[in-house]
């Protein structure tokens, strides 16, 4: 059995794992990864505000997000602790050439729950993603400490994409979420498939 087969079932519904040798990659250029793992999650702090503001009147969803927004800057402020600490450069954001793909896969018009169901979706799926990424950071990095950084942020992802799914379902009819869901994890299979696996990116 393939190491996709033998890890499939055990991710957040994703269809394809990451592919191993990206944690190998990572873990040599791990400051390019504490870098670019800061501004996801700035990103996805800016993502929370970004569905609060253009759909306020969505209550559960303002209410359920509000303290995400909160988590997620949290989270950011977390990287930076720990990239200051090891006495690494900031630096300056990267294009995110996965959440790019990602975003060319949004269904455009419909309904005003139609739009923010597609964007729940994709947020959901990033969450999904970074789950994924943070736990092979927890099992095979070598610094103690951010294994155990890892770990708790690996929990708090799987949280986040769990509310995604769940809003989306609130505001959609559950079965069509659950075939556009499927949709969704196929497309991000193939963007998977195309990207290269670098050592300097979270995604």
């Not at 499927?182 to 998977?192: D, I």
Request: with cysteine; charged share 30%.
């Amino acid at each position: 059995m393939s190491w996709q087969e033998s890890t499939k079932n055990k991710m957040l519904r994703l269809e394809l794992p990451t592919d191993p040798r990206w944690v190998d990659i990572a873990s040599i250029s791990l400051e390019a990864i504490l870098v670019d793992h800061a501004y996801c999650e700035q990103k996805a702090a800016s993502s929370c505000i970004s569905l609060i503001i253009k759909y306020p009147e969505f209550d559960e969803m303002v209410d359920v997000l509000t303290p995400v927004v909160a988590e997620e800057w949290q989270h950011f402020d977390a990287v930076m602790q720990q990239i200051r600490k090891r006495g690494y450069k900031f630096g300056f954001p990267r294009k995110d050439n996965y959440v790019v793909q990602l975003q060319s896969f949004l269904k455009k018009g419909g309904s005003r729950s139609d739009q923010l169901t597609e964007l729940l979706l994709m947020n959901a799926l990033i969450e999904a993603r970074s789950c994924e990424r943070f736990k092979l950071l927890w099992k095979n990095l070598k610094d103690k400490e951010l294994c155990d950084f890892y770990h708790e942020l690996m929990i708090s992802e799987a949280g986040h994409y769990v509310n995604f799914i769940q809003l989306a379902k609130k505001y959609k009819d559950p079965e069509m979420v659950e075939l556009r869901w499927q949709e969704w994890l196929e497309h991000e299979k193939e963007v998977l498939k195309d990207l290269e696996i670098r050592g300097d990116r979270m995604h």
